[in-house]
């Protein structure tokens, strides 16, 4: 079988200042995934990124790369890894063809090799009339863009993506999905994600394992995850206004707004006994839709779950 | 990485570095480039004929050699502590350090960018220099290689210093508050002859002292100091310094959390 992409075992980091960011996590990501790594601000997913690219300094665990250990051949390992950090983090002075070639150059690529990969990769992230500018003259969506084509300039197997999309408006997201996708799918790169937007996850990736407090709480396939979904929440746009949400035996249904209902739907339950309920008492849907993605809910949750036990251990700690 | 990848990427690193102050060249070449020429004006035209001789020396003659290094000490030395310290505060240098480079290509790279700027200036100051006086090189290798290693040794400093700053002011402290009052009082003004007995043994503790004479004695055959003993010393700093200074970013001092 071959080697994960990624293999981390035991892996511990106590900030400085006494602060656990990872306790002790173990994750595995295969070759070829596309794969999301979710948590809330502060759980510990920047951190456990910063150690696989040797920008955080790990206290304690293992971490491999296509099976080398960045104990013994960091160098090595660092080959096979592209990444994308979540704050832009090249020169702004510097001329956008400058910024790919040098992190060429940084990798050991010849000139000759670096010139044509660096002008196809930003013709495909449409940066080439960029090329010669400033990159502090680029917009947000394009210096996110310009650390994506840097990353992948000495064509890395595995590809980190620290919230690539984070500030990015939706139709450049979306092409940046789509680029993300073509990638994973037609060269093969292993793909590891970070993002606050769940829809992206939910629509990207495979696998996906949630981190919260240093731990990871859940790490399944996204299909998996989201067939234990025990509820999901259906907006209803109505023909007319309601008063007050019309009582539907065995659902739970709020007024949005004057015509729109939102009923909570558990698993089991079908959605035709609440239209033939809202029938009955004359009211007609016009459309529906789901009010959030269904990821996101499963997530919330979660994590609403393992702070309610952080909360309890620490009333614990201070009733000693 | 392979011989052939290191020099690649070592080249990439300094070629990047003298791009950078050649782009900025009013900030970087240019002052350094002015203010010697009115030392020149003020100490060698107009006062220097007054103060006469110096060890045998035109006044004019015996300062340029001291000029000509003082500011490769401080471009050499603040081109890599403002650079470094730009990259660390723009976070470019995770470019670096997600790269599969050697720490020890990072801190050559980044010193000898320093070290072309150095040279730089004080290749423009000598040519500053010859409107006002005839230079005669009396030793030329020896010239030579003390400019060299002194621009290397400040460059290694300029480093250390901006690996252990946090802020734009820390980057300017040592400059300000230590480089420029040990390079006034490190004879490149005087010969420290003229000084008492005691003043004499307390500049001895200046190493900027050694550099600029043994500069001067490239230059015009005459120190205060003995030329081998200097040399040697030069040598020991850079070695420790760098030693010092890999060290630190082996342990990601100041830039790994």
Redesign the interface.
């Known amino acids: 079988m071959a080697e994960p992409a990624l293999s981390i075992r035991g892996l511990t980091k106590v900030y400085g200042n006494g602060f656990h960011a990872l306790k002790g996590i173990d994750l595995d990501v295969e070759q070829g995934d596309f794969f999301a790594l979710l948590g809330p601000n502060g759980a510990g997913k920047s951190t456990t990124l910063g150690v696989v690219c040797s920008l955080v300094q790990k206290t304690a665990g293992r971490v491999s790369i296509f099976g080398i250990d960045i104990d013994r051949d960091f160098a090595r390992a660092k080959y096979h890894l592209g990444v994308v950090p979540q704050e832009f983090n090249f020169n702004q002075f510097e001329k956008v063809i400058d910024i790919v070639l040098a992190q060429a150059g940084y990798y050991g690529m010849p000139r000759r090799e670096a010139l044509p990969r660096a002008e196809q990769l930003l013709k495909d992230l449409g940066l080439w009339d960029k090329r010669s500018g400033s990159a502090r003259m680029l917009s947000g969506g394009m210096k996110r863009r310009l650390m994506i084509a840097r990353a992948l300039m000495h064509r890395p197997k595995l590809l980190i993506l620290d919230e690539p999309t984070a500030g990015v408006d939706i139709e450049l997201r979306r092409s940046m999905w789509e680029y993300m996708r073509r990638i994973n799918r037609e060269e093969g790169t292993t793909i590891i994600l970070t993002t606050h937007y769940l829809e992206e996850a939910e629509s990207l990736c495979r696998n996906v394992a949630i981190i919260n407090r240093g731990e990871i709480v859940r790490n399944t396939s996204v299909r998996e995850l989201l067939a234990e979904l025990d509820t999901e929440t259906f907006l209803l746009d109505l023909a007319r206004p309601v008063e007050q949400a019309p009582h539907v035996e065995g659902f739970e249904v709020h007024r949005v707004e004057g015509a729109q209902l939102a009923v909570v739907v558990h698993r089991g339950q079908r959605l035709n006994d609440v239209f033939a309920a809202l029938g009955e008492q004359g009211i007609e849907v016009v459309s529906m839709r789901n009010r959030a993605n269904r990821l996101e809910e499963m997530f919330v949750s979660m994590v609403e779950q393992g702070n309610g036990v952080q909360r309890e251990l620490d009333t614990v700690e201070v009733n000693k | 990485?392979?011989p052939?990848?290191?020099a690649?990427?070592l080249?990439?690193?300094v070629l990047?570095e003298i791009?950078r102050f050649t782009?900025i060249w009013p900030q970087t070449l240019l002052p350094p480039s002015i203010t010697m020429a009115m030392y020149f004006i003020i100490f060698g035209s107009l006062i220097g004929p007054r103060i006469g001789e110096m060890d045998g020396f035109s006044y004019m003659d015996f300062i340029v050699p001291g000029l000509i290094m003082m500011a490769v000490i401080t471009n050499s030395y603040s081109n890599v502590a403002s650079s470094f310290f730009?990259?660390k505060f723009?976070?470019?240098v995770?470019?670096?350090?997600?790269?599969?480079?050697?720490n020890w290509v990072i801190l050559a790279g980044f010193v000898l960018g320093g070290m072309a700027r150095g040279l730089g200036v004080g290749a423009i100051v000598t040519l500053v220099s010859l409107f006002f006086t005839r230079i005669n090189v009396a030793h030329p290798l020896l010239t030579l290689g003390v400019v060299v290693l002194t621009a290397a040794l400040f460059s290694i400093g300029g480093f250390i210093n901006a690996l252990l700053a946090d802020k734009f002011d820390d980057v300017s402290i040592v400059p300000t508050f230590v480089l420029t009052p040990l390079t006034y009082l490190g004879g490149v003004f005087y010969s420290i002859s003229l000084l008492p007995t005691f003043w004499q043994n307390v500049s001895l503790l200046n190493p900027i002292l050694y550099m600029v004479n043994v500069f001067r004695h490239g230059f015009l055959g005459i120190s205060d100091i003995p030329v081998g003993w200097a040399l040697t010393a030069i040598f020991a700093f850079i070695i420790v310094l760098f030693a010092i200074a890999l060290w630190m970013l082996e342990r990601?001092k100041g830039i790994?959390?």
């Open positions: 990485m392979s052939v990848q290191i690649i990427a080249w990439t690193l990047k791009k782009r730009s990259n723009q976070r470019s995770e470019e670096m350090m997600v790269s599969p480079m050697p990601g790994r959390s």
